[in-house]
Every structure is written in C-alpha cells, then in structure tokens.
C-alpha cells in the first residue's frame, strides 16, 4: 500500500484557451499528501483552489499532468473508473453544506453509503456514529432547515466520511461560518480526521486555521509552494 494517499503531478489548468481571454490557472503544480496527513492549501479567492481540488477529487480533468490516489494513476480511465474511485476513495466537503433539504441529517449521510453498496441497517448505524462523534446525534431527525450553520456543515463533514474515503477534499470548509462557530467547527473536523487517521488538503484563507494543519502549502500564480 502506497504511503502516498494524493499525488499531483505537473498539473496545467487553462481556461479559454487560445482565446483572447486566455488563463492559465495551474502551471504545472505539484503536490504531495501522505497517509494520515493534514494539509492546508492556502491562496487568495480566485486563485485557483476550487479548480485544484476539483482535479484532485475527479471532478475535473487537468489539460496536462497526473492524479494518482492511492497509488493509483487517473489519466486515461473511463468516466466509469474514476466515479467508482471517486465514491470509494474521496470525501468532499464545501463552503456551503449543499445538503438534502427533504432528509434528515442522519438519512443525508445514510444515502451516499446505499449508493456505494451498504447494507440500510449498516448505514444508519455508522450515520448515527458519526453524528456522535462531532457531537450532534442527537439532531440524526432532525432536516437541514432545522440545523443551525455550524450543525448543516458538521453533517456535511459526517457525509463526507461516510463511505470511509482514504481522502477528504476541503473547500473553505468554515468560509461562511461566524469566527466563533468556524473554530468549533474546524475543531469537530480535525478530531473527525485525526481520530479515523485520514488524509486530507484543506482550502482555506484563514491563516490561523492553517497553521493547525501539518503543512501549509500556497497557490501562487499557478504554482504550488510549501511554506
């Protein structure tokens, strides 16, 4: 088993191209995260975060370079392949929740896991699991508009381990949360990703939120940077 959960590899993103508008998003970028690691990625709205961890969870195809996750390189497969991979392998989480109104809490981390396979009894257990363990079980019945912001993206996090990925993907995970509810929030996550020894990369432009993570890593004219 690879040690290495992502690897980016000369990664080139452009937008428009041979158009007048022409942008060049990702300039051969590289990355690196380790199994159990914590990375932040840190760049000004715009820079090109969304587009990196889209290409790094799939949802996107580079113009040039390779993903490999869990040791496994992207390039080349079938659409089939890379959801599979995708729904095994890769958690996500955004800035907003992006919930199932019409279900409960415990029913919108329940469902990704029938879509991967798993048994209804199995799901609802290990939905009402995670609910615990960031502290909110007991709202499993309760239906997104009856959560407050900081419990919708501590949902959102409970989702997105559902189907126990090998990686999180992160976005401004607490980007439209107030300072006092992002700290408890972010805290819920990190506990969440510590104690199940996942890998994650971690978009945000709070600088004190990444200075918790392992490394901090910076998008800086479509390249990346270690701090």
Do not use: W
Not at 62 to 75: L, W
Not at 157 to 163: D, G, L, Q, S, V
Request: hydrophobic content about 40%; some cysteine.
């Amino acid at each position: 088993m690879s040690d290495v959960v992502l690897r980016l590899s000369g990664i080139e993103k452009v937008y428009n191209r041979g158009a007048p508008g022409e942008v060049h998003v990702l300039r051969g970028a590289d990355l690196r995260v380790n199994r159990g690691e914590v990375v932040a990625l840190v760049a000004p709205s715009g820079a090109g975060k969304s587009t990196l961890l889209h290409i790094a969870g799939l949802l996107d195809t580079p113009d040039a370079g390779e993903v490999e996750i869990a040791g496994e390189a992207m390039q080349g497969r079938s659409d089939r392949k890379r959801t599979a991979m995708r729904r095994s392998e890769v958690g996500f989480v955004y800035q907003f929740h992006h919930l199932l109104p019409e279900f409960t809490a415990q029913e919108n981390i329940t469902l990704p896991q029938l879509a991967n396979g798993i048994g209804r009894k199995s799901a609802d257990l290990r939905a009402l699991e995670l609910l615990d363990s960031v502290g909110i079980k007991e709202r499993a019945n309760h239906r997104p508009g009856a959560l407050s912001g900081g419990e919708q993206q501590r949902v959102a996090f409970c989702r997105a381990m559902a189907n126990t990925p090998k990686l999180l993907l992160a976005d401004e995970p607490t980007g439209n949360l107030d300072p006092e509810t992002s700290d408890r929030v972010f805290g819920a996550l990190m506990r969440l990703v510590r104690e199940t020894g996942l890998s994650a990369l971690i978009a945000t432009h709070n600088l004190e939120l990444a200075a918790q993570m392992d490394r901090c890593i910076r998008l800086d004219g479509g390249y990346l940077r270690e701090d």
